[in-house]
């Protein structure tokens, strides 16, 4: 994932997928042409940001959102 955040929840979501390894951030605000394409190249020249994002991948894959969002709404219910 390359994020480019401008707000701050992007920019959070963002964080959060560069610690896992899994993404690079650009603000918004310095997203040229050429900051852009170095870390597009980046990203696909480096193997750990795939394993990190195959890794993700898997984990989310392994979850059951329906299911816990039931979970979730019933425990905010009660």
């Known amino acids: 994932?390359?994020?480019?955040?401008?707000?701050?929840?992007?920019?959070?979501?963002?964080?959060?997928?560069?610690?896992?390894?899994?993404?690079?951030?650009?603000q918004?605000?310095?997203?040229?042409p050429q900051a852009l394409r170095s870390e597009i190249n980046s990203m696909l020249e480096d193997s750990s940001s795939r394993d990190a994002a195959r890794r993700v991948a898997a984990r989310f894959g392994a979850l059951d959102a329906a299911s816990s969002f039931r979970a979730f709404v019933r425990g905010a219910l009660a």
């Open 1 to 26: 994932v390359l994020g480019l955040p401008s707000n701050l929840d992007q920019y959070l979501a963002t964080a959060a997928i560069v610690r896992t390894g899994a993404g690079r951030c650009v």
């Open 28 to 32: 918004a605000r310095r997203a040229t």
